[in-house]
T-cell receptor
Framework: GDSVTQMEGPVTLSEEAFLTINCTYT??????LFWYVQYPGEGLQLLLK?????DKGSNKGFEATYRKETTSFHLEKGSVQVSDSAVYFC????????????FGTGTSLTVIP | EAQVTQNPRYLITVTGKKLTVTCSQN?????MSWYRQDPGLGLRQIYY???????DKGDVPEGYKVSRKEKRNFPLILESPSPNQTSLYFC????????????FGPGTRLLVL
């Protein structure tokens, strides 16, 4: 079935460090891929998305490229800030085989000054 | 303001006492969905709805019911809650379906004693 596997956390980084959170997927069709972010005490909000192979999603300095050959959608940011501390979820949906949404387990990021 | 609202935000109940968590969106979205979030498991989809009177099971539908009588509302019903339904619940909506951005409510924290 369809699923997402993402890097276990928690991750702790110093401000201005480089961030990578790995995400790989299994899908029966042609998935759309997403990164959602959850700040403390809040609901999730979309960070970025990509709907076809080789697409790059980007937002707020974060980037992720949809790699079909490696079934991956790794999240990267060149220089993290304290305000990036949150839980990050990789997710996928496959519209042509149903209308379900699958989330990874989440990766908690703490950025220290 | 465009938003998804959930009520109540916090609920403590006892095993077997029926409860309803309401969800409402003001964006005229067709797709609505319920998720539960548990530590180490990420978010898992309970039910979703493509439009009025159209609902489908997600990954973890057991013990839950939903209805979609109006486009804006998508209540989650626990007919006989059990302690294993203690969780954080999120409602979400998107314009047409799973390829698009989902907008999440603030969450409902449920404790079943």
């Amino acid at each position: 079935g369809d699923s997402v596997t993402q890097m276990e956390g928690p991750v702790t980084l110093s401000e201005e460090a480089f961030l990578t959170i790995n995400c790989t997927y299994t899908a029966t069709g042609y998935p759309s891929l997403f990164w959602y972010v959850q700040y403390p005490g809040e609901g999730l909000q979309l960070l970025l998305k990509a709907t076809k192979a080789d697409d790059k999603g980007s937002n707020k300095g974060f980037e992720a490229t949809y790699r079909k050959e490696t079934t991956s959608f790794h999240l990267e940011k060149g220089s993290v800030q304290v305000s990036d501390s949150a839980v990050y979820f990789c997710a996928l949906s496959v519209a042509n085989t149903g209308n379900q949404f699958y989330f990874g387990t989440g990766t908690s990021l703490t950025v220290i000054p | 303001e465009a938003q998804v609202t959930q009520n109540p935000r916090y609920l403590i109940t006892v095993t077997g006492k029926k409860l309803t968590v309401t969800c409402s969106q003001n964006m005229n979205h067709e797709y609505m969905s319920w998720y539960r979030q548990d530590p180490g498991l990420g978010l898992r989809q309970i039910y979703y709805s493509m439009n009025v009177e159209v609902t489908d099971k997600g990954d973890v539908p057991e013990g839950y019911k939903v209805s979609r009588k109006e486009k804006r509302n998508f209540p989650l019903i626990l007919e006989s809650p059990s302690p294993n339904q203690t969780s954080l619940y999120f409602c979400a909506s998107s314009l047409y379906g799973v390829r698009e951005t989902q907008y999440f409510g603030p969450g409902t924290r449920l404790l079943v004693l």
